[in-house]
C-alpha cells in the first residue's frame, strides 16, 4: 500500500470499484488501443495509410495481444508506456505481413495518445458523477418534500439564531447540487475534446507527401491533417480541437476544481450533520448500521463516521487539486514535469471525489431526522429564539430599535432568572403599552409561526428541480 486507494483494507472506503476500474492500468491501455484503431480506421478511409494495414491494426487493438510485464519494464526504462504499447503492437501486426505494422500510429505522438486517453477517462468518471448527483438531489428532494415544514433552529456563529425548517436546509443543499450539475454541463463541451496534433501541435506530419495515396476529393479543400483530426473525434465521440493544447492544461485544472468545489458542498453537509449528531443536539444522525462508527472502548459510542470519510476525502481533493493547477504551468510546447503531475492527481482526485459523492449519498437517503430532537432545542431557548419576531410585533408601536432593547433585556433576564421570555413579556409594563393581547403575544413566542418562507422557498426549489429534469 502507498496510497489509501491502492489499500486492500482502505480501497473501497477511499475509493469505489466502478473508479478504479476506469482509472486502471489495462482501462488506460485499453483506450490508447482504442485510439490507435480509430486513427488507423480514418487514415485508411482518407488514404493516408493502406487499408489491409488498417484492418489489422485495429483487429490488433486488444488488451490481450499486451504483454503488460513487458510494458512495465520497458515504460520504466523509456519513460513512457506510449512507444513499448505501439512497439508491440507494430510487431504483432509485422507477424501477418513483413511492415505492415509500421503504418501504426501513422502521423501522432505520445502526448496526443496520452491526453485522449484521459480525456475518455474524464468521460467515463463524469458518468458516476452524474449518477452520483442524481442519486443526491433525488434523496434531498424526498427530504425537502417530508420536512418542509418541520421546525428547527437555525445557526448562526453556533448560536441558534430563529427558526426555520429542516426542508429549508436541504433545500439550500438541494439548489447548489443544481447548480453543480449546471456547472458540469457547461463544462464538458470545453473539457471533452480530442487531442491529436503531432510533435508540436501543428499535424505537420499528415500531409499529401506523408500519404500512402492521394486523399479522396473533399468538396471543402479541407487539408488532410485537419480532416483527418476532425474524423478521430468523430470516432471517439469527442469535439474537434480548434488548435493543439499540448501544453494549455486548463481544461483538467478546471475538472479538478470543479470536482475540488463539489466535494467541499459534500463535507458542507457532512459538517452540518456531524454537529447535528452530537450528544448535547441531537437533531439527525447518520444511517443506523450496527456497529457502525463504534468504538473499541465506549460501547455508547455512534461516531459520525461517514462524515469523517466525507470531510477526510473533499480536504485531499482539495489539496491535490493545487498540484493539477500547477501544472497548468507548462512549459514551451511539450513540458517537462508539470504533465506528469497531472499523472500522479487526476486519478486519486477522480477515485476520492467519487468515493465522497456516493458516501454523501448514502447518508442522505438513509439520514435520521429526530424532530423531537428538533422541538426540544427549540423550546430550550424559553422563547429566545422568536426575540426578533417579538421584535418585530412591537416594533410596529413601540419603534424597531426601541422594542430590540427592551426584548434584548428581557431575553437576558429570562436566561438569568430561568424564566420564558413569554413569561417576562405578559408581566412588562412597556409591552403592555403595545397594545398587543396576551393571544397575540403567545403566537409570536411559537417558533413554529416563525419560519419565514421556509416552505414557498423550499417548493420554489423543488419546482426549478423538476423543471431542470
Same mark, same amino acid.
Given at each position: 500500500?502507498?496510497t489509501?486507494?491502492?489499500?486492500?483494507?482502505?480501497?473501497?472506503?477511499f475509493?469505489?470499484?466502478?473508479?478504479?476500474?476506469?482509472?486502471?492500468?489495462?482501462?488506460?491501455?485499453?483506450?490508447y488501443?482504442?485510439?490507435?484503431?480509430?486513427?488507423?480506421?480514418?487514415?485508411?478511409?482518407?488514404?493516408i495509410?493502406?487499408?489491409?494495414?488498417?484492418?489489422?491494426?485495429?483487429?490488433?487493438c486488444?488488451?490481450?495481444?499486451?504483454?503488460?510485464?513487458?510494458?512495465?519494464?520497458?515504460?520504466?526504462k523509456?519513460?513512457?508506456?506510449?512507444?513499448?504499447?505501439?512497439?508491440?503492437?507494430?510487431?504483432?501486426?509485422?507477424?501477418?505481413?513483413?511492415?505492415?505494422?509500421?503504418w501504426?500510429?501513422?502521423?501522432?505522438?505520445?502526448?496526443?495518445?496520452?491526453?485522449?486517453?484521459?480525456?475518455?477517462?474524464?468521460?467515463?468518471?463524469?458518468?458516476?458523477?452524474?449518477?452520483?448527483?442524481?442519486?443526491?438531489?433525488?434523496?434531498?428532494?424526498?427530504?425537502?418534500?417530508?420536512?418542509?415544514?418541520?421546525?428547527?433552529?437555525?445557526?448562526?456563529?453556533?448560536?441558534?439564531?430563529?427558526?426555520?425548517?429542516?426542508g429549508?436546509?436541504?433545500?439550500?443543499?438541494?439548489?447548489?447540487?443544481?447548480?453543480?450539475?449546471?456547472?458540469l454541463?457547461?463544462?464538458?463541451?470545453?473539457?471533452?475534446?480530442?487531442?491529436?496534433?503531432g510533435a508540436?501541435?501543428?499535424?505537420?506530419?499528415?500531409s499529401?507527401?506523408?500519404?500512402?495515396?492521394?486523399p479522396?476529393?473533399?468538396?471543402?479543400?479541407?487539408?488532410?491533417?485537419?480532416?483527418?483530426?476532425?474524423?478521430?473525434?468523430?470516432?471517439?465521440?469527442?469535439?474537434?480541437?480548434?488548435?493543439?493544447?499540448?501544453?494549455?492544461?486548463?481544461?483538467?485544472?478546471?475538472?479538478?476544481?470543479?470536482?475540488?468545489? +463539489?466535494?467541499?458542498? %459534500? $463535507?458542507?453537509?457532512?459538517?452540518? @450533520? #456531524?454537529?447535528?449528531?452530537?450528544?448535547?443536539? /441531537?437533531?439527525?444522525?447518520?444511517?443506523?448500521?450496527?456497529h457502525?462508527?463504534?468504538?473499541?472502548?465506549?460501547?455508547?459510542?455512534?461516531?459520525?463516521?461517514?462524515?469523517?470519510?466525507?470531510?477526510?476525502?473533499?480536504?485531499?481533493?482539495?489539496?491535490?487539486?493545487?498540484?493539477?493547477?500547477?501544472?497548468?504551468?507548462?512549459?514551451?510546447?511539450?513540458?517537462?514535469?508539470?504533465?506528469?503531475?497531472?499523472?500522479?492527481? +487526476?486519478?486519486?482526485? %477522480? $477515485?476520492?471525489?467519487?468515493?465522497? @459523492? #456516493?458516501?454523501?449519498?448514502?447518508?442522505?437517503? /438513509?439520514?435520521?431526522?429526530?424532530?423531537?430532537?428538533?422541538?426540544?432545542?427549540?423550546?430550550?431557548?424559553?422563547?429566545?429564539?422568536?426575540?426578533?419576531?417579538?421584535?418585530?410585533g412591537?416594533?410596529?408601536?413601540?419603534?424597531?430599535?426601541?422594542?430590540?432593547d427592551?426584548?434584548?433585556?428581557l431575553?437576558?433576564?429570562?436566561?438569568?432568572?430561568?424564566?420564558?421570555?413569554?413569561?417576562?413579556?405578559?408581566?412588562?409594563?412597556?409591552?403592555?403599552?403595545?397594545?398587543?393581547?396576551?393571544?397575540? @403575544? #403567545?403566537?409570536?413566542?411559537?417558533?413554529?409561526?416563525?419560519?419565514?418562507?421556509?416552505?414557498?422557498?423550499?417548493?420554489?426549489?423543488?419546482?426549478?428541480?423538476?423543471?431542470?429534469?
Open positions: 500500500m502507498t489509501v486507494i491502492d489499500s486492500y483494507v482502505f480501497h473501497n472506503t475509493s469505489t470499484p466502478e473508479i478504479a476500474a476506469i482509472w486502471s492500468d489495462k482501462s488506460r491501455t485499453g483506450y488501443l482504442k485510439f490507435e484503431a480509430a486513427l488507423a480506421k480514418v487514415q485508411a478511409k482518407l488514404n495509410i493502406p487499408q489491409n494495414a488498417a484492418d489489422e491494426i485495429v483487429k490488433h486488444k488488451l490481450e495481444h499486451i504483454d503488460f510485464e513487458e510494458l512495465r519494464r520497458k515504460t520504466e523509456i519513460g513512457y508506456p506510449i512507444l513499448p504499447m505501439v512497439q508491440q503492437l507494430v510487431a504483432k501486426v509485422n507477424i501477418v505481413e513483413d511492415k505492415l505494422g509500421e501504426a500510429h501513422w502521423g501522432t505522438t505520445t502526448q496526443d495518445l496520452t491526453d485522449t486517453a484521459a480525456v475518455l477517462q474524464v468521460r467515463d468518471t463524469i458518468q458516476l458523477v452524474e449518477q452520483a448527483l442524481d442519486d443526491i438531489t433525488n434523496a434531498l428532494v424526498k427530504l425537502c418534500e417530508k420536512y418542509k415544514t418541520t421546525p428547527m433552529a437555525a445557526r448562526s456563529n453556533l448560536q441558534q439564531a430563529v427558526p426555520m425548517s429542516f429549508f436546509k436541504m433545500a439550500r443543499l438541494l439548489a447548489t447540487f443544481q447548480r453543480h450539475k449546471q456547472r454541463a457547461e463544462m464538458k463541451p470545453r473539457l471533452l475534446v480530442l487531442e491529436f496534433s508540436a501541435g501543428t499535424l505537420a506530419t499528415l499529401e507527401a506523408s500519404s500512402y495515396g492521394p479522396p476529393k473533399s468538396e471543402t479543400n479541407e487539408p488532410v491533417g485537419l480532416w483527418c483530426q476532425r474524423l478521430l473525434a468523430e470516432e471517439l465521440e469527442l469535439a474537434v480541437p480548434s488548435i493543439a493544447w499540448h501544453t494549455e492544461r486548463d481544461n483538467f485544472a478546471e475538472f479538478s476544481c470543479y470536482l475540488a468545489i +463539489l466535494t467541499s458542498t %459534500c $463535507a458542507k453537509f457532512g459538517t452540518d @450533520l #456531524k454537529l447535528m449528531m452530537q450528544s448535547e443536539v /441531537g437533531e439527525a444522525s447518520e444511517p443506523y448500521v450496527a457502525r462508527g463504534s468504538s473499541s472502548t465506549m460501547p455508547q459510542k455512534r461516531n459520525p463516521v461517514g462524515c469523517a470519510y466525507i470531510h477526510a476525502m473533499a480536504s485531499s481533493v482539495r489539496t491535490m487539486t493545487g498540484g493539477m493547477i500547477e501544472a497548468v504551468n507548462a512549459d514551451h510546447e511539450r513540458s517537462t514535469g508539470p504533465w506528469q503531475i497531472e499523472w500522479i492527481m +487526476l486519478p486519486q482526485i %477522480c $477515485a476520492l471525489s467519487h468515493a465522497c @459523492l #456516493k458516501q454523501t449519498a448514502y447518508l442522505m437517503d /438513509g439520514i435520521e431526522v429526530d424532530e423531537e430532537g428538533m422541538q426540544r432545542n427549540l423550546d430550550m431557548s424559553r422563547g429566545a429564539i422568536v426575540s426578533e419576531a417579538v421584535m418585530m412591537l416594533g410596529k408601536s413601540l419603534g424597531r430599535q426601541y422594542a430590540h427592551i426584548v434584548y433585556d431575553c437576558r433576564q429570562a436566561q438569568l432568572e430561568n424564566k420564558s421570555l413569554l413569561e417576562l413579556l405578559l408581566a412588562n409594563e412597556e409591552i403592555k403599552k403595545a397594545g398587543l393581547k396576551d393571544d397575540e @403575544l #403567545k403566537a409570536l413566542c411559537d417558533p413554529g409561526n416563525y419560519l419565514g418562507l421556509s416552505e414557498a422557498m423550499v417548493n420554489l426549489v423543488l419546482k426549478e428541480v423538476q423543471e431542470a429534469k
